[in-house]
């Protein structure tokens, strides 16, 4: 495995970098411990999300396999619809919303040829004078970078060299279950609270809806599939089907955030969810990431190797601020979700759309690195 880069971890986050340096003719390796297989849950794509695909050169057919997101519904737990917004009018001129499965989405990420792919295991690094030294399972001796992306997610390996584990628990739920099943008749993006539990089920394809199923005020779900189907109980029918209709594509998981003082040092830069995982309230992990994939891989083309060192930090000023709003617009909707149901459903007609416009709206603006 040689070249100058190295970017560690081949799911969205590191496909997207690799793409963006291959455009910009930067030589790069890529490694992945996982061989790719299987379609995975599911994957909402607000509206910046999906420009920032298309800035990446992805095609808008390879998106047609989801399903658009029109319309989000807001419903308490007996199905009051307590208020809706139009993703279609508000994201128009940005990029048309879409939920799809997140097997197709990495498939549109594939990286060019001209990027080195080799599955391995990159388990530890070493920023030095010159580069950034990583230790490769299997390899005997260190790898010696003159830069290394991590890319690994929210349990990234490449993190360990930069600061202490900084895991914590999302505020609205600890941990979470996600799920394809049959649709029973859902027609948009649509989630019912309850007292303290939450179920969302978005369209993902044809005949299918993706679901996710989360307890409020930081609690935690089971891991037995069984909590599924006695959360369901007191809610709607139509949850309830769906729950009931769930097969073998359901993941349980914790709901991990990750917050770091610095995403860099020296010649080792983090990206995605191994820089600053939030929930996923707002459906921006993928967004964020793909963003940064798209500013950090202008930075190094626009940067001589030399300086690369200090890429690190240019590109924190420039992205912290759109990730900080996005983690506070996350921690003012965990807040709304964790008032009493009484109060929750009277203020969500007011607060909701609010919370919703303020959420969104300064990510409408374009990038500018």
Known sequence: MTGSVLVVGGGIAGRAVARVLAKHGVDCTL????????????????GNAVRALGALGVPA????GGVPVLRREYRNGRGRLLFAMDDERFWRGVGQPV???????LEALAPPSAVSVRQARAVSARPTASGVEVDVEAVPRPLLFDLV???????????????????RSQSMSSSSWRFITDNPGVHCWTAWSARDVTFLLIPVAPGQVYGYAARTRGGHTEPDPSWLTQAAAP??????????????????SDVDEVRLEHWHRGRLVLVGDAAHA??????QGVAMALEDALVLGELLSLTPQRD???????????????????????????GLAALPGVVRDAVAPVLGPRAYRKAYGPLRAALKP
């Not at 490694?31 to 607000?46: C, D, H, Q, T, Y």
């Not at 992306?149 to 895991?167: F, H, K, N, Y």
């Open 31 to 46: 490694v992945e411990r996982r061989a790719s297989g299987g379609r995975g849950m599911g994957v909402n794509l607000p």
């Open 61 to 64: 057919e390879m998106l047609a």
């Open 99 to 105: 939920c799809l499965r997140h097997g197709d989405l």
């Open 149 to 167: 992306i991590g890319a690994d997610g929210v349990r990234s390996a490449m993190r360990a060299a930069i600061a202490p584990d900084r895991l």
């Open 235 to 252: 809610f709607p029918d139509v949850v309830g089907a769906a729950v009931a209709s769930t097969g073998a594509e359901l993941f349980h």
């Open 278 to 283: 939030t929930g996923p309230v707002w459906a």
């Open 308 to 334: 690369w060192a200090d890429v690190g930090a240019v590109f924190e000023r420039i992205r912290r601020p759109r990730v900080e709003h996005v983690r506070a617009a996350t921690d003012r909707m965990s």
